[in-house]
């Protein structure tokens, strides 16, 4: 008789392998508000493993899906099948200039590995030191820093991953394979690809300019072209001095406004947070205060203080130079999605739908304009921070009486108008369950065509966490279970 799927995994696997209620109900979720329970999980413990495993769910036809640490915010890590968790590939290597991490490693730890030797890893999400490295690269994540380092895609080297075929690929070294996705991308129309500063939709094909870019491809495909076993992370100095300025505006559309101009200032970061978040500070705001900037520079500090001087239409409350306060702040901005969910019944929260687009900076103070229209349509609420700098917010929405159709009426809607100014649906956190359906409307047929030649290259079986990115079903509602 042919042996069951998980008694081929557990004569195969080194790892662990389980399929008991306990283990399934855990991976079932993550910080999302979709739920799926998986079949079966494993744990590799080493390379072999993860082929074994890639090489039994092809053969029995099951789905494969690689998971980090379960931070993601759009179901990009659930899926139905076999559950694999990277969390024992947690080796760090430092050289000068790079460091080479398995994809398990939990970001915190190669933070704490970098601090010792005063370098660190720019892209910086706000949650902090909890996801993984290979959950980073899966989602191409950023953060405030991003809007002078860049996101993940623009900070590593070199990949090394295990693909549908259970072949394992370094790339770019891979010549043969450089030149393959350079040919199936020929014909790629970079016109259809958005104008902003980050984007974590769909397949990065633009970011490949030269066969040295290849790699990109894997960077923020969410487990869908192959399980990154590590990464060449690229690290930088830490800088020397910073300086945060938190300024208060009146007026929400004021502070949009002026980021195009605080922005040619060349800052580390420029952060966007509402009433919700800075009523939570303890400081005396100015009462008709709507919103604040916190504006981080790291280089030229005398110079860049008497700039924003000049050029903020708003009002400068706080000038933080020790590590201590500047540390303390970024605390309050990056609690932003904990103190918005503590502010809103359970009853009345709408899922992560429309949470992370981002438009051009000179059309920000126009996504603004767009969610009053949509609050005042749908009788919703909007609290909304995040990544100024960079066009990108985080927006959550509350509604006494939403139900699933609402919920896909705004996505279908808000997504529209962010296209229509050149937008992304998704800046940093990914397409998952949310939107992976609209890709083809993110990018056109041709390129969605194109992105299908690059998921059947790596993964001919469809059997890497299938169901995103590449889609014909809509899974923007099923699933919602925590809703
Ligand atoms: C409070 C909060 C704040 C957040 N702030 C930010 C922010 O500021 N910026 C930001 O970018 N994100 C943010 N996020 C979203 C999320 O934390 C990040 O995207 C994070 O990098 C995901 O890492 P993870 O290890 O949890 O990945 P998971 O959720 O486990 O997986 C994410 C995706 O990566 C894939 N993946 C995981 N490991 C691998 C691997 N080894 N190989 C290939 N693919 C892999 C998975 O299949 C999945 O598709 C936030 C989330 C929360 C809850």
């Known amino acids: 008789m042919e042996k069951s799927i998980i008694e081929l995994l557990e004569s195969k696997i080194q790892g662990k392998v389980s399929s008991t209620r306990e283990f399934r109900e855990f991976y079932s979720v993550d910080a999302s508000s979709y739920k799926i329970i998986p079949k079966i999980i494993v744990i590799p413990k080493n390379e072999s493993d993860i082929i074994n495993a890639v090489k039994i769910a092809k053969k029995r036809k099951i789905s494969i899906t690689v998971r980090g640490a379960g931070t993601g915010l759009v179901g990009s890590a659930l899926n139905s099948g076999i559950i694999l968790d990277m969390k024992n590939f947690s080796s760090i290597r430092l050289d000068k200039n790079y460091a080479r991490v398995e994809s398990g490693v939990i970001k915190g730890n190669l933070d704490k590995k970098l601090e010792a030797s005063k370098k660190f890893f720019p892209p910086n999400p706000s949650i902090g030191s909890f996801c993984s490295v290979g ?89 869908t072209l192959g399980i990154i076993l590590s990464a060449k992370l690229e690290i930088k100095n830490k800088p020397k001095k910073q300086i945060l300025i938190i300024i208060e505006y009146e007026s929400v559309i004021k502070a949009a406004k002026n980021c195009l101009e605080i922005n040619k200032t060349n800052p580390s970061a420029i952060e966007f947070v509402d009433k919700t978040t800075f009523d939570q500070i303890k400081y005396k705001f100015n009462k008709k205060s709507k919103c604040l900037l916190f504006v981080e520079y790291d280089e030229k500090i005398n110079l860049n203080e008497k700039k924003i001087r000049k050029i903020t239409t708003g009002n400068i409350v706080k000038k933080l130079q020790t590590q201590e306060e500047i540390a303390k702040w970024w605390k309050y901005r990056d609690s932003s999605l904990h103190y918005s969910l503590k502010s809103i019944k359970k009853e009345n929260r709408i899922p992560h739908i429309i949470e992370d687009a981002a438009v051009p900076l000179e059309k920000f103070p126009k996504l603004f304009l767009i969610l009053n229209k949509i609050n005042k349509k749908y009788k919703t609420k909007s609290i909304v921070y995040g990544h100024a700098g960079n066009g990108n917010v985080h927006v959550r929405l509350i509604s006494k009486r939403s139900g699933n159709q609402i919920i896909k009426k705004i996505a279908i809607e808000y997504f529209e108008e962010i296209l229509n100014l050149g937008g992304t649906i998704t800046a940093e956190h990914g397409d998952g369950l949310a939107r992976s359906e609209f890709i083809k409307k993110q990018y056109g047929s041709k390129n969605y065509k194109i992105f299908k030649k690059i998921k059947e290259y790596f993964d001919p079986d469809n059997i890497l966490n299938p169901g995103k990115i590449i889609t014909s079903k809509s899974t923007v509602i099923r699933n919602l279970e925590k809703f």
């Open 135 to 223: 959950g980073m690269l899966g989602n191409n994540s950023s953060g405030s820093r991003s809007l002078k380092y860049g996101s993940v895609i623009d900070n590593v080297k070199e990949i090394t991953f295990i693909d549908g075929n259970a072949k394992k690929i370094i790339l770019p070294k891979n010549k043969t394979i450089a030149k393959q996705i350079k040919k199936i991308i020929t014909n790629i129309e970079l016109e259809r690809f958005p104008k902003v500063s980050k984007n974590s939709s769909g397949y990065r094909l633009d970011k490949i300019k030269t066969e040295k870019d290849v790699h990109k491809t894997i960077i923020g495909s969410e487990g």
